[in-house]
């Protein structure tokens, strides 16, 4: 994957930092419409539906940039970069978190729409609880949206990983996740490399599976 992307400043810790200002800001806009408590139950069923919504909306994202075909200098190159991989997929497995990170920091202005958004609506109380359990979801969705290159990466650095690299602790671990579908498995994957229209899903492969 190309490193010149285009990004938000030249500087990726702080292109993150700006990311999560602007979560932290979604964080914000929770506490001023926050009037209910929410059980665990409720909590933990807004976290799966939240993780199986990013992963959809990941699979949405990464099925536009590898079928597009338009001249917007940005999205452009964020397809091109899609394209490139499935030429040779082992070139993402050389890009760092830090790297990851940086590239999903770009669309910082996600989080920071959500949060004029939740500022600026108003509810009456039928429809605020639900409001509020939507930008629950928001927080979790964008907290570990940044992430959602990240098992991708793995999945194709377990793929040119040497026998010895596959013992140890860190990878036997990334292994484990990746079976259990927590993370992106790479026989999920791997069927996308196959054909490109199929299996577009990059963090846990919920929603295509």
Known sequence: MSKNMYRITRFPLFNIFLYYF?????????????????????????????????????AIIHYYLDNYTGNHKIIKQFAHDFQLHHDNPSTIAKFTIVDALNQVSTFAFLPFTCFVVNMCLKYNDFTHYVFQLSILMQIIVWSLGI???VPHILTHKMN??????????????????QKYHIILNPNNHNIHHKGFDKNY???NGWSTS
């Open 22 to 58: 602007n979560v932290f800001l979604v964080y914000i806009s929770y506490e001023y419409k926050c009037e209910y408590e929410f059980s665990l139950y409720i909590i933990f069923l807004t976290c799966m539906i939240a993780l199986y919504a990013m992963d959809f909306l990941g």
């Open 147 to 149: 992430f959602s290159q």
């Open 160 to 177: 040119i990983l040497s026998k010895k690299e596959r013992n140890t602790f860190k990878f036997r671990l990334i292994a484990m996740l």
């Open 201 to 203: 899903s990059v963090f």
